[in-house]
C-alpha cells in the first residue's frame, strides 16, 4: 500500500515539556491508523502539527509526495488534510449545508441556498452518511453533528481524515454509526488516523496502532497481531490490570435522599419525579443514554440547577432550596461532565484550580488574601497523589492535556473529603492507566462509608464500580437493580424504555 503521511523526527516543545519528541509515524494508504497513548503522552499535539495548528521545532512531515510546511491550517486543508477536532466547531444557528460549506465557498457574492443543499445531499450519499442538509445544526445529535463535521472534511477535498477522540462524546448506538462511515472511507481508500483511549474500539477497527509515550512514538504494530493487554502495557509502561475487583461491602445509613424530583430546563420537565438513596458504604451508578435527564438530576442535587416540586436530603438535612456553597459546606463533592465548561477556570494556574471551592479559608487565606505558600504546597501535593503531568503548579489548566485536566478536578473533589461525592463521567477521556486509578479512589471512598453517585455513559464502568444501578429514561427511573445480578442486555433494554417484566 501507497504511504499517504509520513512524519519523520518531528520534536516540539512548550515551556518545560517536550510533548512530541522525535516523533515517527507512516500512514499508509486506506488503512485506519489509531495513535494510542496515557494522558499527556503528545498525541494532541502531534495531529495539530500535521493540520498546521502548530509548527514543529524540527522534523519533517509528508502529505504524499509533498513536503509540508504549514504557516496554519488553512494551508493543512488545502494540502488536503482534514481534522475532526474533540470539541466541534460548527455554528448552531446555521443549517447543515451552510455549515457545511462555510469558508470553503468559492468567492461569489451571494450564497447558493438550493444548490448547496443539493451539492450536500449528493456528497452524503457520496460517503453513504444519512443526514437532511437542511436541518438546523442546533437541533442535533452530538452523532449527527460529527456527521456534519466529517462532510465539511469531504467538501474540501480531503485525502486524509484525523479524529481525535470521536467517540468520547458519542453514544454507544452513535459509535456504532461512526464505524460504519469509518469502514466506508476505508473501503474507498481514504486513510484515517484515529486517537482513542478506549482499547476495544480501536483493536475492533484500527488496522495498524501507534503507541506514544511521554512524547516519543514507542511502537507501531499490526492490530490484529496484539491485543488489548498488551496495548495497555505499552501505553503505560508497566502491567495494566483491566479489570476492577470491588470487596464486598454493606452499604450503612442514607447520605443522600432524593424524594420525587422534578427538574425543569427550558420549560420542560428533564426529570419527572426521580427517587432514590445514595447510602455510606455504598457506590450508586446511574445508567441511561445521554439527553434522559441524568444530567438534570445530578444538577440539581448539586444546587445548580432548581428543582420545581420534591425533596432532597443530605443526611436527613433537607437542602432542596439550599445554595451551592451551603452544599459543598454540607459535605457534596461535584465532578461536573464538562470539565472545560463546568469544572476548571480554564485561564487560571493549577493552584488557583485546585483551590477554587476553598480559597477563602484556611489554611489557603488569611484575613481576606490568599497565603501562597500553603496553596502551592497543596497543589504540589496533589499533582504527585494524582499524577497530574506535567508537574507544574503554575502551567495554566488550558495548556493542560485533556485527560491531566480531568485528573486536577478529581484530585480537587476527592481531597476535600466529601460525604457525597457526584461524579458525572468521572474517567471520561482518561488513559487506561488513569482509569485504573480513579476506579480504585472511587473504591476507597466507598471504603471510608463514603456515599457516590456515578453517572457515566459507560456500561462497563456503571456494571464493574456500582452497588446498585438505577436506570433513568425519559426523565423517569425505570429501575433500580442489584449491581453484581444485571446483566448488559438487560441494562440495554431499561435504557430504550422497556421494562423487564414485559420481556419476561
Ligand atoms: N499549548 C500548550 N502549551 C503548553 N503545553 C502544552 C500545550 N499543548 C500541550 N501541552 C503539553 O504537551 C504535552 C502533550 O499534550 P497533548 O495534548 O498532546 O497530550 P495527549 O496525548 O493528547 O493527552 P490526552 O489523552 O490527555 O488528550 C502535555 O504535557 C501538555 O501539558
Known amino acids: 500500500m501507497r504511504t499517504c503521511l509520513e512524519v519523520r523526527d518531528v520534536t516540539k516543545s512548550f515551556p518545560g515539556v517536550i510533548a512530541n519528541d522525535h516523533v515517527n509515524l507512516v500512514v ?13 503522552a503528545g498525541k494532541s499535539t502531534l495531529v495539530k502539527l500535521i493540520y498546521g495548528l502548530y509548527k514543529p521545532d524540527s522534523g519533517s512531515v509528508r502529505l504524499y509526495d509533498q513536503e509540508l510546511n504549514f504557516a496554519s491550517p488553512r494551508q493543512a486543508i488545502q494540502a488536503g488534510i482534514g481534522m475532526v477536532h474533540q ?52 437541533d442535533l445529535t452530538v452523532g449527527l453533528q460529527q456527521r456534519v463535521e466529517i462532510l465539511k472534511v469531504f467538501y474540501r477535498k480531503a485525502k486524509l481524515l484525523i479524529l481525535d477522540e470521536p467517540t468520547a462524546m458519542l453514544t454507544p448506538q452513535e459509535v456504532e454509526e461512526l464505524i460504519l462511515v469509518m469502514e466506508r472511507l476505508r473501503s474507498q481508500g481514504i486513510p484515517i488516523i484515529f486517537i482513542s483511549h478506549k482499547l476495544d474500539e480501536v483493536k475492533r477497527i484500527s488496522d495498524r496502532v501507534t503507541v506514544m509515550r511521554a512524547g516519543k512514538t514507542v511502537s507501531t504494530v499490526e492490530t490484529k497481531s496484539t491485543t488489548p493487554q498488551e496495548l495497555a502495557n505499552a501505553m ?54 445521554d439527553g434522559n435527564g441524568q444530567f438534570e ?4 442535587i448539586a444546587g445548580l440547577m432548581p428543582c420545581k416540586s420534591g425533596h432532597i436530603r443530605l443526611l436527613g438535612q433537607d437542602i432542596s432550596s439550599s445554595s451551592v456553597q451551603h452544599r459543598t459546606k454540607a459535605g457534596i463533592a461535584y465532578i461536573p461532565q464538562d470539565r472545560q465548561l463546568d469544572g476548571l477556570v480554564m485561564d487560571f494556574e493549577l493552584t488557583e484550580n485546585f483551590v477554587l471551592r476553598d480559597f477563602f479559608k484556611a489554611p489557603f487565606a488569611r484575613v481576606g488574601q490568599m497565603k501562597k505558600g500553603p496553596i502551592e504546597e497543596y497543589a504540589t501535593r496533589l499533582s504527585e497523589a494524582f499524577d497530574v503531568r506535567p508537574r507544574q503548579i503554575h502551567a495554566l489548566a488550558r495548556n493542560l492535556s485533556g485527560g491531566n485536566q480531568q485528573k486536577v478536578i478529581l484530585a480537587r473533589e476527592v481531597s476535600r473529603n466529601p460525604e457525597l461525592l457526584i461524579a458525572a463521567q468521572p474517567t471520561r477521556g482518561l488513559d487506561v492507566g488513569a482509569i485504573q486509578f480513579i476506579h480504585n479512589k472511587l473504591l476507597e471512598l466507598r471504603a471510608a462509608g463514603k456515599a457516590i453517585l456515578l453517572v457515566s455513559l459507560e456500561l462497563d464502568e456503571i456494571m464493574s464500580l456500582s452497588d446498585r444501578i438505577g436506570v433513568i429514561y425519559e426523565g423517569r427511573l425505570m429501575a433500580i437493580l442489584p449491581g453484581g445480578e444485571v446483566t448488559r442486555e438487560q441494562l440495554g433494554l431499561l435504557m430504550t424504555g422497556v421494562k423487564l417484566e414485559e420481556e419476561g
Do not use: C, W
Open 28 to 40: 499508509r494508504e486506506g488503512e485506519i491508523h489509531a495513535i494510542l497513548g496515557e494522558n499527556g
Open 87 to 138: 470539541h466541534f466547531m460548527l455554528i448552531p444557528a446555521l443549517t447543515v449545508a451552510e455549515n457545511v460549506v462555510l469558508g470553503g465557498e468559492p468567492g461569489r457574492i451571494h450564497y447558493r441556498r438550493k444548490e448547496n443543499i443539493e451539492l450536500v445531499r449528493q456528497l452524503a450519499k457520496q460517503y453513504h452518511m444519512d443526514i437532511d442538509p437542511s436541518a438546523k445544526v442546533g
Open 236 to 289: 503505560v509502561g508497566r502491567e495494566v490490570v483491566l479489570h476492577v475487583s470491588k470487596p464486598p461491602q454493606m452499604p450503612g445509613e442514607p447520605v443522600l435522599e432524593v424524594e420525587d424530583i422534578v427538574v425543569l430546563s427550558d420549560h420542560n420537565e428533564k426529570v419527572k419525579g426521580v427517587s432514590l438513596q445514595v447510602r455510606r458504604g455504598e457506590i450508586f451508578g446511574l445508567a441511561g443514554i
Open 297 to 300: 438530576l445530578v444538577e440539581a
